[in-house]
């Protein structure tokens, strides 16, 4: 009975051990195999890095301003019996806006202007006989006084007049009304903002380590989301005379067309401020880099030959690269990059350090450095 039991158990470890031979073989096999298998190659677009030359820029951010802008108000107290435009017209310079009751001044004004009349014909008769010796040199400059005195009435008469028949100052875009038919002005009561808009200024700030860069008649290009997808074009008319003390930036002013009257005093703007030089850069398109927290990186293609076949392929190195400005589809590499050295350009994300790839560029997109999309 016990010569049973130890055969069985032999038996039974003899073919365990068996098993795990051939599990063994198996996954060995299994292994060999996953060494020697290769990925197929990832069908990738390239760019070379060129070196170009970019237009040196300042940036900033502005804020427009209206060549000539007010707020039109009342000088005197007085009703109104007349508004003589509408609202978001445009008025040129001279046109009646609003008229005050003026009833009681030109009352004035045609009995001072019959004094005026009474006292220059007096005047006439006593210069007539003042050149007899008739009247004395006196009663002459009596005369004469009261006849100035007499007209300057009805001057101070018509300008309260003129002051109570307001008039647009300039040519302009109005505001929306602010008095009523009727109503009783103040003395500075608003009535109608009047803004010219065409063209319109850019106020913006540079610091004062840029002074030396700026000067009248450089090209300033504008971009506001007012007008998405437009560059507006400018110069630089006013550098103000003097810095900042507390920021220690200077005041620059710029003057742009505005025909269409989009821009609008008091719009937030982004400003680029063209210099003459121009700079050396080294680029590649914006896509190529593979963003990321702790440095940014790129893939270069190389060559090489297998180690048996001794068959060439491509495969790509992960290059860490340090990048400057970006310039519509392309940035600019300020190191970690050599000229003529090629990138995979789109797809970077799908890449690993030392993956094979194939190259196809037949469906690579062109890279531009004023893209102009047709949705914008």
Do not use: C
């Amino acid at each position: 009975m016990a010569k049973r039991i130890i055969f069985t158990i032999v038996g039974l470890i003899v073919l365990i051990g068996l098993l795990g031979g051939i599990k063994g073989l198996q996954i060995g096999r299994m292994a060999a195999q996953g060494d020697q298998f290769a990925p197929p190659p990832e069908t990738v677009t390239t760019a070379v890095a060129q070196a170009a030359s970019w237009e040196s820029a300042l940036s900033s951010v502005g804020s427009l301003e209206a060549v000539q802008g007010v707020t039109v108000t009342a000088e005197l107290v007085g009703k109104v019996v007349e508004i003589a435009f509408n609202p978001g017209t445009t008025v040129r310079a001279g046109d009646l806006l609003v008229k005050q009751d003026t009833s009681s001044e030109e009352a004035q004004l045609r009995a001072t202007q019959a004094t005026v009349a009474l006292a220059k014909l007096n005047l006439e008769r006593l210069t007539k006989l003042l050149a007899d010796n008739t009247i004395s040199q006196s009663q002459y400059d009596n005369a004469e006084a009261q006849f100035k005195q007499a007209v300057a009435q009805a001057d101070g008469i018509r300008a309260v007049i003129a002051k109570k028949t307001i008039r647009a100052p300039f040519a302009g875009r109005l505001g929306i009304r602010l008095v009523n038919l009727g109503e009783v002005l103040k003395e500075g009561q608003a009535i109608v903002s009047l803004q010219a808009l065409d063209p319109i200024y850019v106020n913006f700030l540079l610091p004062q380590q840029q002074l030396a860069q700026v000067q009248r008649g450089l090209i300033v290009r504008v971009t506001t989301d007012a007008a998405p997808g437009q560059v507006i074009e400018g110069k630089v008319t006013a550098i103000n005379p003097e810095v900042d003390a507390a920021t220690r930036n200077i005041r620059i002013q710029a003057t742009i067309a505005n025909p269409e009257e989009r821009l609008r005093p008091g719009m937030f703007v982004n400003v680029a401020l063209v210099l003459p030089a121009r700079e050396k850069v080294l680029a590649i398109p914006a896509t190529a880099v593979l963003y990321a927290p702790y440095s940014d990186s790129v893939f270069v293609v190389e060559e090489k030959k297998h180690e048996k076949t001794g068959q060439s392929f491509k495969v790509v190195r992960q290059q860490f690269a340090r990048m400057g400005e970006k310039r519509g589809d392309f940035v600019s590499v300020v190191s970690g990059l050599k000229e003529g050295e090629v990138v995979v350009s789109t797809g970077v994300f799908k890449l690993r350090n030392g993956q094979a790839v194939t190259v196809d560029n037949t469906l690579a997109p062109e890279f531009k450095l004023t893209p102009k999309p047709e949705d914008a």
